[in-house]
């Protein structure tokens, strides 16, 4: 990050409760020195960010306008077909030039000064650099192979697109770790991707607690009664919890029954029998992966969520806004050979993902009801045991284990 | 520039402002069970983001291709879904209305739908524009076709009720 230019940052007055991981300190979601410690060592520290897709910018001069945390960064094709990543921020005087979501471009030109940028984040051309007139003009020796973009390491994998601001992020795969890897390759090795389109949106809560949702399997047999009611995630199905060796990542896995009732469904208030759908083509789903899943969603630390459930596909990036929000921005995909019918089914699954998704909805509308909790107890102290104590992988669903895994890493990272 | 109504009696423009002032007091007055009603049995539904539409990507934020999918979205708003309580307001002004050649009307409007939810002020949801097929079913007109293009960048949360 360069030059440290500030003595010290803020202190964080708080002591993580002496149980560890079973317990979490609300504070952590809206104490303004948590967020900004988090902004500098999780989404500027050695890890790997999810910065979009290879066919977003597919040629040379395309590029997408993208976060790591709040920090706003470009990712783009270079003219030599390398995808580049750098700080949308002039060196100059700091201003954001790039301001379209996506597009083409042959130079960046700052608006206020008219600096010039090569694809590379290379700097070409500084205006008046010799003065009007004999007037002015930037130093004799003025370099400006030195004052380019700030650029970001860049590592892609499959045609999935990550980044980060620090040189000492291992190598993506070892990052990962081999369970990661394998199944980040059983949703995208040997595919081409295709764009299906992007759904946005503003959640007020903090970052994390969408990180814990999709960490906590148990939630989803209880809370989403449209995946229960049809069948599509239950407590009795199939399932898994795996984490990489540091706990930062992991998968949730699971199997989709029947709808019907059973010891279980008598346990949920809230099961439908009687309900159907009046268009069953939107629960019309063909095997496509490898294993018996049928849901796998994937947790990769620090910013991305890989959600595979039946045959939607997406990319859920988060960008923090301050402790109090985050924008989720779900990147829908397909396969190039992909038929029209395969496409159109992607499509109608989408209903049940994103802002106004039949499953999703219910998530951020407790996330929102999560943080008005949280924020207004900073002192409190929330509870982390169902499935025990253990941070490990587990065969079943009713365990919050990788959320203790999760904040086990967080804690070291934050020293906290 | 297209002669003014192309075509369309003031009889005509009369019923289709109807159709779409009772489309927002279905919504806004708590009779979501009746908004199929409004649509014709084969009608396509879809919420679109505005980047989506213009770069021709065909992904929706909600995608119906049948009334009876518009039933299930409302089986899922009264009965599955959780979601705080909230009171929407649609607001349609700037109506266009058009004659196809084969049967019933192009319409077009721009619509800006606020949000009322406990504890808040109301907020601006969504703003944007619809781009709908009306055609007569009966003595009356219902959507075959229903276009909501969003401008807003960022989804407010959950979006529960249609637009």
């Known amino acids: 990050m360069g030059e440290q230019i500030w003595a010290d940052r803020p202190a964080i007055d708080l002591h993580w409760p002496a149980e560890g991981t079973t317990r979490v300190p609300y504070a952590i979601y809206s104490d303004p020195a948590v967020y900004t410690r988090e902004q500098e060592r999780i989404f500027a520290g050695p890890y790997w960010s999810y910065v979009g897709l290879a066919c977003e910018a597919p040629e040379p001069g395309d590029f997408v306008r993208t ?60 205006p008046f650099r010799r003065g009007v007139k004999g007037n002015g003009g930037m130093l004799k020796d003025f370099d400006l192979g030195v004052h380019g973009l700030q650029r970001l390491q860049v590592a892609e994998r499959h045609g ?51 990180f814990e949702n999709i960490k906590d399997p148990y939630h989803a047999s209880l809370l989403h009664v449209f995946l229960v009611t049809f069948g599509l995630f239950r407590a009795d199905q199939p399932s898994s919890v795996k984490m990489d060796a540091t706990g930062r990542h992991a998968v949730l896995c ?59 596909l ?39 993902m994103g802002p106004a998704g039949y499953v999703s909805i219910d998530d951020g509308e ?15 102290i929330g509870l982390l045991e169902m499935g025990g104590t253990g941070e490990g992988d587990e065969n079943h669903m009713v365990t919050e284990a990788a959320i203790r895994a999760f904040y086990r890493y967080y804690r070291e990272v934050m020293e906290l | 520039m297209s002669a ?9 423009r009369l019923a289709v402002e109807d159709l ?11 009779e979501i069970e ?82 009322t939810l406990a504890d808040e002020e109301t907020t601006v949801f969504s703003v944007g524009r619809y781009l709908d097929v009306i055609v007569a079913e009966g003595d009356t007109l219902a959507f075959a076709r229903k276009v909501c293009v969003y401008d807003n960048p960022l989804v407010t949360n959950s979006l529960v009720y249609p637009l």
């Not at chain 1, 597009?103 to 984040?121: A, F, K, N, R």
């Not at chain 1, 890897?181 to 007020?204: E, K, M, N, S, W």
């Open chain 1, 67 to 126: 976060f790591i945390g709040d920090r706003p960064v470009v990712l783009c094709r270079d003219r030599h077909g390398e995808l580049r990543c750098y700080v949308n921020r002039c060196a100059h005087r700091g201003v954001q030039f790039c301001r379209q979501d996506s597009g083409h471009v042959t130079e960046w030109v700052c608006p206020y000064h008219q600096w010039v940028y090569d694809l590379d984040g290379t700097l070409v051309a500084v």
């Open chain 1, 160 to 210: 999935v697109v990550f980044a980060s601001f620090s040189p000492e992020t291992p190598p993506l795969e070892d990052y990962l770790g081999p369970t990661m890897v394998a199944y980040f390759d059983r949703v995208f090795a040997g595919r081409t991707l295709t764009l299906l389109g992007y759904q946005r949106q503003r959640v007020p809560g903090n970052w994390k607690l969408m």
């Open chain 1, 254 to 312: 699971s199997q989709r029954g029947e709808q019907k009732t059973s010891d279980l469904t008598a346990e949920l208030r809230s099961f439908h029998e009687d309900l159907r759908l009046h268009d069953p083509r939107l629960l019309d789903p063909v095997k496509e992966f490898e294993g018996p899943e049928t849901v796998v969603m994937q947790t990769l630390w620090p910013n991305l969520i890989v959600q595979q459930q039946s045959n939607t």
């Open chain 1, 314 to 352: 997406a990319m859920r990036q988060l960008v923090t806004r301050g402790p109090d929000a985050f924008d989720l921005h779900w990147t829908f995909f397909g396969y190039a050979d992909d038929d029209e019918a395969m496409q159109l089914r992607r499509l109608r699954q989408a209903n049940l």
């Open chain 1, 366 to 380: 407790v996330m929102a009801l999560g943080q008005n909790g949280v924020a207004a107890y900073p002192e409190a």
């Open chain 2, 4 to 12: 003014v109504g192309a075509g369309v009696s003031p009889t005509e």
């Open chain 2, 20 to 30: 779409y002032a009772r489309y927002a007091e279905v919504l806004d007055e708590g």
């Open chain 2, 34 to 115: 009746r908004w199929p009603e409004l649509f014709i049995e084969d009608a396509e539904y879809l919420i679109v983001a505005r980047e989506n539409h213009q770069r021709g990507l065909p992904l929706a934020l909600v995608r119906c291709e049948s009334r009876a999918a518009l039933v299930d979205r409302v089986q899922a708003i009264t009965r599955l879904s959780f979601y705080a309580p909230r009171v929407l307001r649609h607001v349609v002004s700037g109506l266009r209305v058009r004659r196809r050649t084969d049967r019933g009307f192009d319409a077009q409007a721009n619509y800006a739908v606020f949000q």
